[in-house]
């Protein structure tokens, strides 16, 4: 017997399939498609020569750690303890794998907000516990009222994810005080706050959980160096999280990874000691700008983008068609793949909403949207 009978394959691995079996212009899945900063690659080319090849400790490389709170110190005036509250996981995926795993319990419940990245609900499942899905508002932020009547003794966990993919929408500080007013009626419940796209918004600046003291003692943070440094692929991330929600976390850690890559732990501490985080936003915002521009004549309507790197469309003017069948024919039709926003939503919601990944070479977007204003 299956324990996930009602988990499929991934839209995101089911669109990328599909575009490299049309070669199609890739803009589903996100990943960036152009290179990375040679001074990370130079790194990578000294290291693998260099003794950096075995078991790593359990948490983390501890210059890795040391960066890390350094990262945080100096994005946010947040002092974390490296060795006790920082762990460096294989993606935040794993990441967030391992927090649910080790702090949910059988018949707890866990908030998530709709429209939802795909990889909070499985662990949560595994653990017998209950995903409780809320929706966001039409204009993607929380309300908090049905965030609060979702709320009970039951609850262990609220998911939040800032800035929000797939819709770019960022939390505001009301947003946290409204979080926080829920908290203080509920002590048991801790929020895991999934900012993979931190450094990553444009005309408003990230409000990060680690500015919010309140927060501090209940609420685990996740970042992922594959989008910061535009290597998705190494899967790379970490947590930070206090040292009492830390060590159970470790626990599962230990028997899940054991410890993550250890060249490219090390490469990223060596990166860290170089470089700084400022340009990300500059760059993903020209793209934005530069991708919707191209856009502009087409018969797709845009939607607001504050952060991520991914612009949302709304295809009505184009088709009746749901979106899953309207992306398909975009792959097959048109060269262009994209991802369905039903595939967000617990009950397939569908608002003739795609989502584009424009972490992309100019190239690719111009090519890409060629195609999209023919249509
Ligand atoms: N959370 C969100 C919101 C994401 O978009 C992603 C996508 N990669 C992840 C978590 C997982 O990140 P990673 O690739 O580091 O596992
Ligand atoms: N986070 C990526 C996205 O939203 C997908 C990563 C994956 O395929 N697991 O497109």
């Not at 945080?72 to 947040?78: C, D, E, L, Q």
């Not at 009492?244 to 860290?272: D, G, P, T």
């Not at 994209?338 to 070479?361: M, Q, V, W």
């Amino acid at each position: 017997m299956s324990k996930l009978p009602n988990i499929g394959t991934s839209i995101f691995t089911i669109m990328s399939k599909m575009a490299a079996e049309h070669d199609a212009i890739n803009l589903s899945q996100g990943f960036p498609n152009f290179p990375v900063d040679t001074v990370l690659t130079d790194i990578v080319a000294r290291l693998a020569k260099e003794n950096v090849h075995q078991y790593l400790p359990m948490a983390g490389y501890p210059p890795l750690l040391s960066n890390i709170a350094l990262l945080v110190k100096k994005s946010y005036y947040r002092i974390i303890l490296p060795e006790n509250e920082i762990l460096v996981t294989a993606g935040a995926t794993q990441g967030i794998f391992t927090t649910i795993q080790a702090l949910v319990q059988a018949n707890d419940e866990v908030v998530i907000l709709d429209p939802s990245y795909d990889c909070y609900e499985v662990p949560i499942l595994l653990c017998n516990a209950k995903p409780v899905r809320v929706s966001l508002n039409d204009d993607y932020t929380p309300n908090w009222n049905t965030i609060e009547n979702a709320c009970s003794a039951k609850t262990r966990m609220i998911i939040i994810n800032n800035p929000h993919n797939p819709t770019g929408k960022i939390l505001t500080q009301s947003d946290f005080e409204a979080l926080e007013s829920i908290l203080d009626k509920y002590p048991d419940i801790i929020v895991l706050s999934d900012e993979v796209y931190e450094y990553i918004t444009f005309e408003e600046k990230h409000i990060s959980a680690h500015t919010r003291s309140k927060l501090f003692n209940r609420c685990v943070m996740v970042s992922s160096f594959g989008k910061s440094f535009h290597v998705t692929g190494w899967k790379i991330g970490y947590l930070v999280a206090p040292e009492h929600l830390m060590k159970e976390i470790k626990k599962v850690h230990q028997f899940m990874v054991f410890s993550v890559n250890s060249l490219c732990q090390v490469a990223i501490s060596e990166y860290l000691d170089v470089v700084s985080v400022d340009g990300i936003a500059k760059l993903y915002q020209e793209k934005r700008d530069y991708f919707r521009e191209l856009l502009a004549t087409s018969r797709f309507k845009l939607l607001p983008c504050e952060g991520t790197y991914f612009q949302v469309a709304s295809y009505e003017a184009i088709s009746s068609e749901n979106d899953i069948d309207f992306c398909k024919k975009l792959i097959t039709e048109y060269g262009v793949a994209a991802i369905p926003i039903s595939t967000f939503y617990e009950n397939g919601k569908d608002l003739h909403l795609i989502r584009f990944c424009f972490a992309k070479d100019n190239a690719t977007l111009e090519k890409a949207a060629q195609r999209l204003c023919k249509i």
